[in-house]
């Protein structure tokens, strides 16, 4: 019979996303992800097969929840601080040089690749709902805003943080973030 599971997979990718926060997904390891979630790593093997699995569940898991997160806004305000939360979650310049090093995974190996896409359209077709919520509300004029203002502003959040990585700016990357986003979208508020 088997045993039942006392650890979610929830659990174990919070686990993993902090750990590979930390060490990169090159050079974490399945003790450090088992550690974090009480788990051995032979357990985590039993569960996901190898780290890489267990790397891709964790970007199959932020391809869904991510977009969920940004598609929950009902305003533009509350989008924007769905982006600047995500942005204040990164503790430092280490760290965030770990998440693009899974960003290069993402864009490099097949699986992760195919993942990244879902991701990328899941994300702009979210900020769309929002966008378009907040035209029906009137807090937005639809007219003045650009069919492609939802692909402008993910790519400025994701420019955001790396013109913040890149420049060290002052104010960290959540002001980095909320700064770049208002610029896009203040123009086109009612």
Known sequence: MARPR??????????????????????????????????????LLRRFGSKDQLLLALARHSAQVVPARLAAAGTTDELVGVFVAMAASVRGSAEFANHLAFLLMDLSVPEFQQVAREYATAVEAAIATVLRRAAAAGEIDAGRADPG????????????????????????????????LMRLIRPVLT
């Open 6 to 43: 006392t650890v979610s997979d929830d659990a174990i990718l919070a686990a993993a996303a902090d750990a590979v926060a930390a060490s990169g997904p090159a050079g974490v390891t399945l003790a450090q992800i088992g550690a974090g979630a009480g788990l051995t790593a032979a357990a």
């Open 149 to 180: 203002l939802a692909g402008a502003i993910h790519a400025a959040y994701n420019g955001a943080l790396l013109t913040w990585g890149m420049t060290g700016a002052t104010g960290g990357p959540a002001e980095q973030v909320h700064d770049q």
